[in-house]
């Protein structure tokens, strides 16, 4: 089949129990806290490290941090920017956001001021709640964007008392933690759980959000890499959570969810902080990917669902291989934001013994689309079946007012009530992308095999996925141009095995120049792009391929730097 409608019978491998569709009902995502909190007050919401908190103490800090950002200002509307890692306070302060009717921004705290400036002057952000490392970041491009608050958070105050007085201590360990946790803050800038310590809880008559309110802008660079904000709502947000319910069947109150993946991107977002808390889940929260870290929270707090990249899992499961680690609490991993290797999948399954579930989405589809039975008949290497409520199409990648034949190849087209509300600000970009009837065209060629698994056959757009973040070539290239010594360059991907692809800059050197090698591009880079951006191999080539019309041939690139030994 081609397409998955309303009317169209259920895939051979629909999985039992799982409902075709679900009810959204007309409500705010905030009433999903409320009503966890109310129904299960004291169990552990968060583990952070050691220090934990239940759900009835996460609602009363963000009645007390929805008043903080009251005071400041913020009202229904308003956006207020996160650049924060994985935190206690990351989540509490989300919710406090929603909680006023405001907008979440999400930003990656490892971003440089130029990214953090664009994407805060796009949104409009008039508060940023900031982790102390990234203060001076947002600082420096506070002049160019309309925020005018600042608010700090220092990671170590989320931490158990014990552990917080252990990084006062003269000792090399101590210095080191603190240095990872902390960072300088201006005198002036006022401190997140400061404010919150003395804040009065928001009055609960204070009338919040609505279902069709903006929830989220997360950004996201689509096909071109210019970052744009994707619009969800509330019931974007709450339709994905429901969903994920359906397609998990998971009782409210028994999950231990393991975050590992960042609250900033759309993945770790919904499985972390929508979808845990409408479960009820205990969500052990670790700041960053770390194997000895993990593995240290397993022995405290065994976990029983990880949603994670390809690339955590093998790590994981090798480290758990080499240390003889119990990882056998874990029933389910479920894997996205790139193809989950086969041997991944085997070595996960052989350490834990529970099963781990690929999936399929994107920023614009909250972001859960499709995915896999919660069975043994999951497909490593498929991307799934459709969500409930949601329907697919596969359709020619010249002309998507044309379903393809059964079985052939063609541009996948999903429609369901987790599908955004189109760009912010972007009426011409939401309109390429947003097809009458609510179809979303993802800009990937797919299969779909005669039991209804849908299988990726490639990828429309230039865009690299390396471990599970989105590289876009073009802003790699723009950089690089200004770089001394470099004339020309084109930026490709490459297999990296695990970690799905590789970014190589092939350059064309000026006559003469010198030093131009993999440290010197990395260090140039750094300056302006993520890490996980930066060049991890450059080749020099003597002239670039390009076509009659001066178009760069990526294709041919990639081939000579594949032909060209390492």
């Known amino acids: ?12 491998a629909w999985p039992a129990g799982v409902p075709r569709d679900v009810d959204v009902p007309d409500e705010a995502l905030t009433a999903t806290l409320e009503r966890t909190a109310r129904e299960h007050p004291d169990r552990l919401a968060v583990d952070f490290l050691g220090r934990t908190t239940t759900w009835s103490q996460v609602a009363d800090q963000v009645a007390r941090g929805a008043g903080v950002l009251r005071d400041l200002g913020v ?19 989300f919710w406090s956001v929603l909680r006023l009717g405001a907008v979440v921004v999400e930003h990656n705290p490892t971003y440089s001021a130029d990214e953090l400036a664009h994407q805060l002057a796009d949104s409009g952000a008039t508060v940023a709640v900031v982790w102390e490392q990234a203060v001076p970041r947002v600082l420096e491009a506070q002049d160019r964007t309309q925020v005018r608050h600042v608010v700090a958070v220092d990671l170590s105050a989320d931490l158990p008392p014990l552990a917080r007085f252990a990084l006062r201590l003269p000792v090399p360990t101590a210095r080191r933690t603190r240095a990872a946790m902390r960072g300088p803050v201006p005198a002036g800038v006022p401190h997140w759980h400061r404010l919150v310590a003395a804040a009065r809880p928001l009055d609960a008559s204070v009338p919040g959000p609505a279902a069709a309110d903006v929830a989220l802008l997360q950004y996201t ?9 994707a619009v969800l709502t509330h ?19 028994t999950e231990v969810v393991y975050a590992v993946l960042p609250f900033f991107h759309a993945f770790g977002l919904t499985l972390c902080l929508t979808y845990a808390t409408r479960i009820a889940a205990t969500l052990v929260v670790l700041p960053s990917f770390d194997p000895a870290r993990v593995l240290a929270a397993q022995k405290r707090r065994p976990g029983t669902f990880l949603p994670a990249v390809p690339p955590m899992l093998d790590r994981l499961a090798a480290a758990a291989e080499e240390s003889g680690a119990d990882l056998t609490s874990f029933r389910y991993a479920i894997s996205g934001a790139m193809a989950l290797p086969r041997a991944t999948a085997e070595r996960w399954e052989r350490v834990t013994g529970g099963l781990v579930i690929e999936g399929y989405g994107m920023t614009e589809t909250s972001p859960v689309a499709l995915g896999n039975p919660m069975t043994a008949d999951r497909r490593p290497g498929a991307l799934g079946l459709p969500f409930p409520s949601t329907h697919v199409r596969v359709v020619d990648q010249e002309d998507p007012t044309r379903e393809v034949a059964p079985g052939e190849r063609g541009e996948l087209l999903v429609r369901g009530p987790q599908v955004f509300a189109g760009y912010w600000n972007r009426p011409e970009e939401t309109a390429e992308q947003l097809l009458p009837g609510g179809w979303l065209r993802t800009g990937d060629v797919v299969q779909v095999e005669e039991d209804g698994f849908v299988v990726l056959v490639d990828r429309m757009k230039e865009m690299i996925i390396s471990g599970g973040f989105k590289v876009y070539p ?7 141009r200004g770089m001394p010594g470099v004339r020309d360059v084109a930026v490709v991907g490459v297999p990296a095995g695990d970690l799905g692809e590789s970014v190589v800059a092939a350059v064309v050197l000026d006559e003469g120049a010198t030093g131009v090698d993999l440290a010197a591009v990395r260090a140039w880079c750094e300056t302006r792009l993520a890490r996980y951006a930066l060049p991890r191999r450059v080749v020099v080539l003597p002239d670039l391929p390009r076509s009659q019309v001066g178009k760069v041939l990526r294709r041919v690139v990639r081939e000579t730097v594949l032909a060209t030994p390492a």
């Open 75 to 93: 009202g229904p509307g308003d956006r207020v920017a996160l650049v924060l890692p994985n935190c206690t306070t990351h989540l509490v302060a």
């Open 235 to 253: 019931r974007n947000l709450l339709a994905n959570a429901i969903q994920g319910q359906a397609w998990t069947q998971a009782d409210p109150g």
């Open 474 to 480: 073009s802003q790699v290239e723009d950089h690089l």
């Open 1 to 12: 089949m081609s397409s998955s409608t309303p009317d169209a019978p259920l895939p051979a």
């Open 221 to 229: 660079g689509g096909t071109t890499g210019t970052p744009k904000g």
